[in-house]
C-alpha cells in the first residue's frame, strides 16, 4: 500500500487557497537535518513547506533545546547551515534549562505545553492565521492543545512506542497516541502497522518514505576502496545495530565465498555486530556522505535488508529499500509488511536459512534497465508523497 488511503481515510474537500503552516521536527534542528543530509522523511518535508505551492507562510520548529548545550555548540561547531528566513518563512528555536524531555506523564504534558507556548507566540509575531500544524514528534501529537490551530496533523515516521532507545518514554508515547484519537487528530504514517497502532479515528493516510530524483540521476561517484573488493558486492547501508540478523549475514558470508558482504553506516552497537569480525569476507565501514552512498549503491550488485522481526522492524518503512530500488539494485529483505508490495524486484524471505539462495536468484536477476529504474524514481518521488501528505494536512 503505497501512499493510498486507508480505511480510515474520508474525502477531504479540495482548498487550493494557500495556507498558513506550523512545523515541527521530532527530535532534531534544522542545522541537524542539514548535517545529515536531508535524507529523513521529516527533512524532506521541511525543506518542501518552504516552497510548496498550497503553504503561504511557515514556522520551522526546532526540538526544544538546553540552553546550555546550545551555547556549547554555537561557539564550537564551525559548520552551520542558516535558515533561509524571510517573510514566508521563520524557524523557531526554543530553549530551556534541562537537557532531555522528563520521563512521566505529568512531566511531558508541562513539557509540551511549554513548547506550544513558545510555538503560538512566534506564530503571532509571524501573522499566521489559524495555521495548520503538522508536527512529527511524538509528544506533541497528542498532548499539543491546539485550540489555535485550524488543524494538527501527526506526521508518523515511525512507532516510537516500540523504538527500544526512548523505552522510558514509552508510557508517554501511548498516552499521547491514545490522545490523537479522542482528538480526531490527522495522521500521516509510513506504514500500515504504524497507522494500526495508532488507530486515529480522524483523517488518515498511510505515506510511505520516498526518493529525491536529482540524488539519483546521473553517475555519482562511489568511495575508491570499493574497487578493491572482490565481487559481487552485496550491500546493508543504515544503521549497524541489533535490528541486523547476524545469523544470516553469517550464513550468506559463507554460503558465497567470493563476494563481499558490506556494511555501511554508523556502529551503534558493537557488541551485536561483533560475531561478523571473523568472517573474512565481511566488510563493516562507517558512515558515508549521501553522494558517496548513491555512488555505492549504484556500483552494488544487490541490496541486503536482512532485518531481524520485532515491533519496531514490523513498522518502519525503510529508505534503503526505495534508494536501492532507485539505484537499479535487486533486493532480498525480511518478509516484514512495509517491505510488501513495493517492487517485483524485492525477494522476500521469511526463513533465515533461505537468504543465500534468496541472494543468488538476486545476482542471476541483476540490476534493473534503465527505463525500469527511472520509472520506478518518479513513481516513488518526495514530491509525489508531500502532495498527499499535504492534501491530508491542510484540506
Given at each position: 500500500m503505497l501512499g493510498v488511503a486507508t480505511r480510515n481515510d474520508v474525502s477531504l474537500a479540495r482548498d487550493s487557497a494557500p495556507r498558513d503552516v506550523v512545523f515541527t521536527f521530532s527530535y532534531v534542528s534544522w542545522q541537524a537535518a542539514a548535517r545529515r543530509g536531508w535524507f529523513m522523511p521529516e527533512d524532506r518535508l521541511a525543506q518542501t513547506l518552504l516552497s510548496h505551492r498550497r503553504v503561504r507562510r511557515v514556522l520551522v520548529c526546532d526540538l526544544m533545546r538546553s540552553l546550555p548545550v546550545k551555547l556549547v555548540r554555537d561557539l564550537t561547531e564551525r559548520e552551520t547551515v542558516a535558515f533561509p528566513a524571510g517573510e514566508r518563512a521563520q524557524q523557531l528555536q526554543p530553549v530551556r534549562l534541562r537537557r532531555h524531555d522528563p520521563a512521566s506523564l505529568g512531566g511531558a504534558r508541562r513539557a509540551v505545553a511549554t513548547y506550544e507556548r513558545a510555538m503560538r507566540r512566534a506564530a503571532a509575531r509571524m501573522g499566521l492565521h489559524e495555521p495548520a500544524v503538522i508536527t512529527a514528534h511524538p509528544l506533541l501529537a497528542g498532548f499539543l492543545d491546539g485550540d489555535w490551530a485550524r488543524s494538527v496533523t501527526y506526521y508518523a515516521t515511525?512507532?516510537?512506542?516500540?523504538?527500544?532507545?526512548?523505552?522510558?518514554?514509552?508510557?508517554?508515547?501511548?498516552?499521547?497516541?491514545?490522545?490523537?484519537?479522542?482528538?480526531?487528530?490527522?495522521?500521516?504514517?509510513?506504514?500500515?502497522?504504524?497507522?494500526?497502532?495508532?488507530?486515529?479515528?480522524?483523517?488518515?493516510a498511510v505515506i510511505p518514505n520516498g526518493l529525491q530524483p536529482a540524488e539519483w540521476i546521473g553517475d555519482p561517484a562511489p568511495p575508491a576502496w570499493v574497487a578493491d573488493l572482490p565481487r559481487p558486492l552485496l550491500l546493508y547501508t543504515g544503521s549497524l545495530d541489533d535490528r541486523l540478523d547476524v545469523t544470516v549475514l553469517i550464513a550468506i558470508a559463507r554460503a558465497l565465498p567470493s563476494a563481499?558482504?558490506?556494511?555501511?553506516?554508523?556502529?551503534?552497537?558493537?557488541?551485536?555486530?561483533?560475531?561478523?569480525?571473523?568472517?573474512?569476507?565481511?566488510?563493516?565501514?562507517?558512515?558515508?556522505?549521501?553522494?558517496?552512498?548513491?555512488?555505492?549503491?549504484?556500483?552494488?550488485?544487490?541490496?541486503?535488508?536482512?532485518?531481524?522481526?520485532?515491533?519496531?522492524?514490523?513498522?518502519?518503512?525503510?529508505?534503503?529499500?526505495?534508494?536501492?530500488?532507485?539505484?537499479?539494485?535487486?533486493?532480498?529483505?525480511?518478509?516484514?509488511?512495509?517491505?510488501?508490495?513495493?517492487?517485483?524486484?524485492?525477494?522476500?524471505?521469511?526463513?533465515?536459512?533461505?537468504?543465500?539462495?534468496?541472494?543468488?536468484?538476486?545476482?542471476?536477476?541483476?540490476?534493473?534497465?534503465e527505463n525500469e529504474r527511472l520509472t520506478f524514481l518518479h513513481t516513488n518521488s518526495w514530491a509525489a508523497r508531500h502532495e498527499r501528505l499535504l492534501e491530508l494536512a491542510l484540506a
Open positions: 515511525d512507532d516510537w512506542a516500540a523504538y527500544p532507545p526512548h523505552s522510558r518514554y514509552w508510557p508517554a508515547y501511548r498516552q499521547s497516541f491514545a490522545q490523537v484519537g479522542e482528538r480526531r487528530r490527522r495522521v500521516a504514517a509510513v506504514s500500515v502497522p504504524v497507522l494500526e497502532r495508532l488507530a486515529p479515528t480522524g483523517p488518515s563481499t558482504v558490506l556494511l555501511v553506516g554508523p556502529l551503534l552497537d558493537e557488541r551485536h555486530l561483533l560475531p561478523l569480525r571473523a568472517l573474512p569476507n565481511i566488510e563493516i565501514r562507517p558512515a558515508l556522505s549521501r553522494a558517496a552512498i548513491a555512488g555505492l549503491i549504484r556500483v552494488a550488485d544487490c541490496g541486503l535488508i536482512p532485518h531481524v522481526r520485532s515491533p519496531l522492524t514490523e513498522a518502519m518503512s525503510p529508505l534503503k529499500l526505495y534508494e536501492y530500488l532507485a539505484g537499479g539494485l535487486p533486493v532480498v529483505a525480511a518478509d516484514l509488511p512495509p517491505m510488501r508490495g513495493v517492487d517485483l524486484r524485492v525477494a522476500l524471505v521469511q526463513r533465515p536459512e533461505d537468504y543465500p539462495a534468496a541472494v543468488l536468484d538476486a545476482l542471476h536477476a541483476g540490476r534493473a534497465g
